[in-house]
C-alpha cells in the first residue's frame, strides 16, 4: 500500500479569484485498485503568508 499524489492542476481561486490555485488528488494504492482518498488543494496567494494580497488600489479616472 502506498500513498501517491496525481498530477497537479491548475485553477481559479475560489477565494481570490486569481487562476493561482491548484491542487492536487491524493491517491491510495493497494491491491484491489487505486483509490482516490482526498483532493490537497492550495492557492500561491492566499495561502502564501509571506506573500500578502495588496491593498486593492481603487483608480478614479478624471478626479
Ligand atoms: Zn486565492
Redesign the pocket.
Known amino acids: 500500500m502506498s500513498l501517491h499524489a496525481g498530477h497537479l492542476q491548475s485553477g481559479w481561486?475560489?477565494?481570490?479569484?486569481?487562476y493561482?490555485?491548484v491542487s492536487c488528488a491524493l491517491l491510495l494504492l493497494t491491491e484491489q485498485g487505486v483509490a482516490t482518498i482526498g483532493e490537497l488543494g492550495w492557492?500561491?496567494?492566499?495561502?502564501d503568508p509571506d506573500d500578502p494580497?495588496p491593498p486593492r488600489r481603487i483608480d478614479r479616472a478624471g478626479s
Request: proline content about 7%; hydrophobic content about 30%.
Open positions: 481561486c475560489p477565494a481570490c479569484k486569481a493561482t490555485y492557492c500561491e496567494i492566499c495561502d494580497l
